[in-house]
């Protein structure tokens, strides 16, 4: 076992079943205290790679800077196009023979990562990407087996599996051992890339981040970024297949929109919200507490670890009328500038909210709108396995069963 990979495992597990106390928060506003060690827990998603402390608050700072900023969506939306274009041109053909998008799952997960590397490089992407290409399919496929293997992990204590070896620990090693070393040769390639200068990595290296710091952060970006966008984007397109009139109203919205007014469309907005709410892909968010607080009046004490329920608190009827509907338009907002259907809109947060906040946010929710936007004008979406789909946890919230989605050509198409 790589010490690599063990640093991993354990910075990705640990700090959470260290902790004794456990507040479960769910629900409209009352948490539930459980006190149990034995209660289930769901480790913290996305523990970065980069230290805790100063050293990760300095390097986040530039990042917020990169890829949170208003103009910093403006390198995401060109390797966003390109990537939606080769996804959708792929997918003609199936649209035309009426077969099942086959292995959406991994086929979406490739797309995520295109984008992501993308984005980093640029326009160079377009003549690099034949050189990685053969590298990024067994790469997104070994992915997803290092989270099949950690879901296994996470409900075993991580010494015992590691020390009796179990099969999901050595796959878990030789999965992150590989994926590791194939990202970081990644990293150390792109990074050579002279004239790179409409990408974030341009961006990271002239604002002093480099060597092995760039590779580590380059690693968590590709490790958070993955799954997250392609689960989010099935359980979008699973939504919209199921609602053919929101689909027809979003289509017609959008219809002879640039790609920049596509990004501000509030019906295309409120859709991912609600796909969001309704299916959080991170599921709970896990915090522990730097000092004793009442959260909803009830005291909380330092050094406790929180849980908080973004499903349920999404799905509560407090907050969200018809909390079980697939409603866009309940957040488009009325003459007074309040949401329409939304009583308390941060209780869906699917990025979390604050310093520890996704850094992907605003790339993950440019790739899905314009590929969306590209999807609807050249396709209508058809799931055929509807009743069967639940939602599963696998660290990130997965359907239960591989959708089954057809794409039916519209009669007239345009890009
Ligand atoms: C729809 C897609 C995505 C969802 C739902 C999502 C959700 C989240 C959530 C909830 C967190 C916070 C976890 C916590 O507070 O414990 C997080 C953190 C993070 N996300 Fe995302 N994410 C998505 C896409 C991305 C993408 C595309 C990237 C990379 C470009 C990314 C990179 C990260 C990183 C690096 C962190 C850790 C941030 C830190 O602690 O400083 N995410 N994400």
């Given at each position: 076992m790589s010490q690599r990979s063990e640093r991993l495992f354990l910075r990705y597990y640990y700090s959470s079943f260290a902790v004794s106390t456990r507040i479960l928060i769910g629900g409209s506003t009352a948490p539930s205290t459980c006190l149990e060690d034995s209660a289930p827990v769901v480790p913290r998603?996305?523990?970065?790679?980069i230290k805790d402390g100063q050293e990760w608050l300095h390097y986040r700072r530039i990042l917020n800077k990169i890829m949170l900023s208003p103009n910093s969506v403006n390198l995401m939306i060109k390797p966003c196009h390109n990537a939606a274009e080769d996804l959708i041109s792929n997918w003609k053909s199936f649209g035309n023979s009426g077969q099942v998008i086959p292995d959406l799952e991994n086929q979406l997960y490739l797309w995520s990562i295109e984008v992501l590397l993308a984005t980093l490089i640029g326009s160079l992407w377009n003549d690099y990407k034949h050189s990685v290409l053969d590298e990024l399919q067994v790469l997104s496929r070994t992915l997803t087996r290092i989270f099949e293997h950690s879901v296994h992990l996470s409900r075993v204590s991580p010494r015992l599996a590691m020390l009796a070896r179990f099969p999901s620990w050595c796959g878990f090693v030789t999965t992150a051992d590989y994926a590791l070393s194939a990202v970081s040769r990644l990293v150390e390639d792109m990074a050579?890339?002279?004239?790179?200068?409409?990408g974030l990595l341009h961006q990271m290296m002239a604002n002093g981040i480099r060597g092995a710091v760039l590779q580590r952060i380059v690693v968590d970006l590709i490790l958070a970024a993955g799954d997250t966008t392609a689960y989010s984007m099935q359980w979008l397109m699973f939504l919209l297949a199921n609602n053919p009139e929101v689909q027809e109203k979003i289509h017609n919205a959008l219809g002879g929109l640039e790609e920049k007014e596509v990004l501000r469309d509030s019906l295309l907005k409120g859709a991912i919200k609600e796909s969001l709410r309704l299916y959080?892909?991170?599921?709970f968010l896990t915090r522990v507490l730097p000092q004793d607080t009442l959260l909803g009046g009830y005291p909380a004490y330092k050094g406790e670890l929180v849980v908080i329920s973004l499903y349920s608190c999404g799905r509560d009827e407090v907050n969200f009328?018809?909390?079980q509907e697939f409603l866009p338009e309940r957040w488009l907002r009325n003459e007074k500038g309040?949401?329409?259907?939304?009583?308390?809109?941060?209780?869906?947060l699917p990025f979390a909210?604050?310093?520890?906040?996704?850094?992907g946010k605003q790339l993950a929710v440019t790739q899905m709108s314009i590929t969306i936007d590209k999807l609807l004008k050249n396709f209508k979406i058809q799931c055929l396995n509807t009743n069967e789909i639940t939602m599963k946890l696998r660290l990130i919230s997965a359907p239960s069963k591989p959708l089954q989605m057809r794409l039916i050509r519209r009669s007239t198409t345009c890009y």
């Open positions: 998603l996305r523990q970065p790679v050579k890339l002279e004239n790179a200068e409409d959080p892909t991170a599921p009328p018809r909390a309040e949401f329409e259907g939304v009583i308390n809109p941060n209780a869906t909210m604050g310093v520890r906040s996704c850094i």
